[in-house]
């Protein structure tokens, strides 16, 4: 035995000496003590939506870092008992465990077993890479004992803990338990701590995401180890050997941007922008958004329906289905867009900027520029209105010929979209019926430049000309603007700046910024609450009825249908009292989606389904009436003040001081009674009623 000793210690000492030389070698690119205690690992900064709750994580590695005082015992222990059991009586490294380790490598002429310490570990994960060479086991042993210097035994294991790969971009134990099991490590019971201690082993292999059974085998044999090194109790671990931990967590929602990955993009932009990517993938940070996680799911759910729906029903071509992501070519088939903001304060509550972010990044609610067609109108009817003009004035809806200012000797010679003309009418019923004739016959009376004016003052920020066509949304904005143009409206003339992040926060907690809503007025409230007046018109009885008729959304609101030339691009734009929604449905390719793909047709059910179910609970509220705003009856027909012979009236806004003073001129005596044709006419009723019965 003595000689079994001394034979030991000879060898111990020749490792020793030998070594020297080699370790004053391999120090000099090492980092020092004080690099060394100044360490800190990338910390991933979390996003919150508006309730505070987590729903993305920007991150190099991902992690969150946990304090070991905080865990219970057995969460930390079980990695000493597994990767380390003389953790707290060795310098840094197991010379035994060396020994064993380096005589069966240099037997196999390669690395095959490892003898590293938790400390080791630590080091390799903090400054070195993970090949498999003897330079790097013995740069990793330096480190070590450098490390053991630096710090205690629990501040070692608290920084293994949160250090340690536990598969992917995952790290340490905390990242691991919200990421499997959607919960915190100090929640977690014994056979889950068992299966996250057996990921480090081997990540790949041993993830419960790529290969659950060899996880949950491995999980058994760490829960074993716990039992026998006392870690937990027998009792306990008959408890949980036969338990099967449920993961829970969606790996296409982590990898491709959370539930909002258009969102997530504007944040990512807005924050690398104003402190850099270090910050936002490393620093650990919190940013706090304006997402409302409800609307943002359900958004997705009817952007995504409804288009497979179209897809089903009508010509669009090429398929979503039969896109294929690894052929590198951005995708073809029909898209869509939706931007929900507030009112009140212009934040963002839902965005979707495609049909899937993973086949495109492309944002087409913030970046692309598509004619807005008669969503467009809204603006020249506020201008008129703005100008002294009140619902119940008359256009006519008439062909006309005008000369096209972007042109030579040209005629610009518009047409209704269903080629129907209605003559006199009044701007409500224009506004309400879309009419493309009327409205540039009212922006000839006002002028084009008063209803370019009045885009810009409302949030279209591109420059508009103040051309006639444009009245017809013939200019290319982008649908984030339009949503903000009609809020302006819809809260009564505050224009506001759209709105993603509330606050943003250090590592520390230190707020580095907050943001408050911004808000100017740019329309005085009469012409707003006028204009929100004929907008409900067009979702009441115009081209929008189909969200009362059809989707069944009954609560009071206003917004406006969009189609372009060739059916090219599709939108609507409508608001309660309380929040805007804007659609656009269209290909990225400036091309026809189907023949009759109207604003009412494609985008309008997207919108009235959202509503429909937003409002669902909620008591019906109509938009307040301000100061300055009057009521009077009036003939439906001449928009004047009713004779006794007007057969439809009905309560028209208008401003204080601007309303009617003339009666009626259409209806001025009885009408004429034909009761033979009337007696003819009922026959016929009554014949085709029996027909159909």
């Given at each position: ?10 060898t ?24 060394i205690?100044r360490?800190?690992a990338?910390?991933?900064?979390k996003?919150y939506?508006?309730n ?17 005082k905080?865990l219970?015992?057995?969460?930390y ?11 707290y ?16 490598n ?8 490892g ?34 210097r630096a710090?205690s ?69 760490v ?5 026998d ?15 099967r ?22 944040v ?34 009817l ?7 179209y ?9 979503y ?13 029909l ?13 963002i ?5 495609g ?31 703005e ?10 809806d008439?062909p ?8 030579k ?5 518009p047409s ?10 009044t ?5 309400a ?7 540039i ?15 810009m ?10 051309y006639?066509?444009v ?8 649908l984030?603007e ?6 302006t409206?819809?809260?009564y ?5 759209p709105?993603?992040?509330t ?10 910024e ?6 100017i007025l740019?329309l ?14 067009v979702?009441?009885?115009g081209?929008?009825i189909?969200a ?6 009954f609560?009071p ?15 609507f734009?409508?608001?309660?009292p ?8 269209g290909?990225?390719?400036?091309r026809?989606i189907f023949?009759?793909?109207?604003g009412a ?28 705003v009057?009521f009077?009856?009036v ?5 004047k ?10 309560q028209?806004?208008?401003?204080a001081?601007r ?14 009674s034909d ?11 009554e ?7």
């Open positions: 035995m003595l000689w079994g000793i001394k034979w030991a210690f000879i111990y000492l020749v490792i020793i000496l030998l070594s020297v030389p080699v370790i004053i070698y391999l120090s000099r690119d090492l980092p020092s003590l004080d690099e205690e360490y800190r990338p910390v991933s900064t996003v939506d508006r505070g709750k987590l729903i993305y994580e920007f991150h190099e590695e991902r992690r969150t870092p946990v304090r070991l905080d219970p015992p057995y969460v222990n079980t990695f000493v008992a597994l990767e380390d059991r003389k953790f009586s060795h310098w840094g490294i197991d010379p035994d465990r060396i020994l064993k380790a380096m005589v069966k240099l037997l196999a002429g390669r690395i095959r077993e003898a590293s310490t938790i400390t080791q570990q630590l080091a390799r994960n903090m400054f070195l890479t993970h090949e498999r060479t003897f330079k790097r086991k013995i740069k990793e042993a330096i480190l070590a004992v450098k490390i053991e710090f035994k629990e501040e070692i294991l608290e920084r293994y803990i949160n250090q340690v790969n536990m598969g992917g971009n995952i790290y340490g134990i905390e990242s691991a338990a919200q990421y499997y099991f959607g919960k915190s490590a100090r929640e977690l019971n014994p056979k889950e701590v068992a299966m996250l201690a057996g990921i480090p082993k081997y990540p790949s292999r041993y993830s419960p995401l790529k290969n659950y059974n060899a996880s949950l085998e491995r999980a058994n044999f829960l074993k180890v716990m039992r090194q006392g870690v937990i109790s027998r009792e306990e671990y008959e408890k949980w050997k036969d338990y931990p449920e993961i829970v967590i969606t790996r296409a929602a982590l990898r491709y941007g959370g539930v909002a990955p258009y969102f997530m993009d504007e990512r932009k807005y924050i690398i922008e104003r402190y850099g990517e270090d910050f936002l993938y490393k620093g650990g940070g919190k940013i706090y958004t304006t997402l409302d996680i409800r609307m943002q799911k359900l958004a997705n759910t952007v995504d329906s409804f288009l497979n729906l897809d089903r029903r009508y010509p669009t071509k090429p398929k289905k039969d896109y294929d992501p690894r052929s590198g070519k951005p995708p073809q088939y898209q869509a867009a939706m931007v929900v903001m507030d009112n009140r304060t212009g934040e509550l839902a965005m979707v900027g049909r899937n972010y993973f086949h495109s990044q492309f944002n087409r609610a913030t970046q692309a520029y598509r004619q807005a067609g008669s969503a467009f109108k809204p603006f020249t009817y506020a201008a008129a209105i100008r002294g003009y009140s619902p119940a004035d008359i256009v006519y008439l006309i010929s005008v000369e096209d200012p972007t042109s000797n040209k005629k610009w010679t209704n979209y269903d080629n129907e003309y209605l003559g006199a009418i701007l409500r019923k224009a506004l019926l879309s009419k493309n004739l009327a409205t016959r009212l922006l000839m009376d006002i002028g084009p430049q008063a209803a370019s004016e009045m885009a003052r409302l949030g279209i920020e591109e420059e508009v000309p103040p006639y066509s009245a017809l949304g013939a200019i290319e904005v982008r984030i339009m949503v903000n143009a009609y809020s409206i819809a809260s003339g505050y224009r506001k700046r709105l993603f992040i606050r943003v926060e250090d590592a520390n907690g230190i707020i580095l907050e943001n408050a809503p911004r808000r740019v005085d409230s009469v012409t707003a609450y006028i204009t929100i007046s004929m907008m409900k018109s979702v009441d009885g081209t929008a189909d009362r008729r059809v989707y069944k959304f609560h609101a206003a917004g406006k249908t969009g189609t372009t030339d060739e059916y090219r691009d599709a939108w734009i409508g608001f309660t309380d929040i805007v929604a804007g659609v656009w449905v290909y990225d390719s400036v026809t023949h009759g793909a109207t047709k494609v985008a309008l059910p997207i919108w009235a389904s959202f509503m429909k179910e937003i409002y669902r609970d909620s008591i019906p509220k109509d938009f307040p009436v301000p100061r300055g009057v009077v009856e003939c439906k027909e001449s928009g003040l009713p004779t006794p012979y007007c057969p439809k009236t009905y028209e806004v208008f401003r001081g309303e009617p003073t003339e009666h009626c001129n259409i209806h001025t005596s009885p009408p004429v009761t033979a044709s009337e007696s003819i006419e009922g026959d016929i009723l014949d085709i009623l029996r027909k159909v019965h």
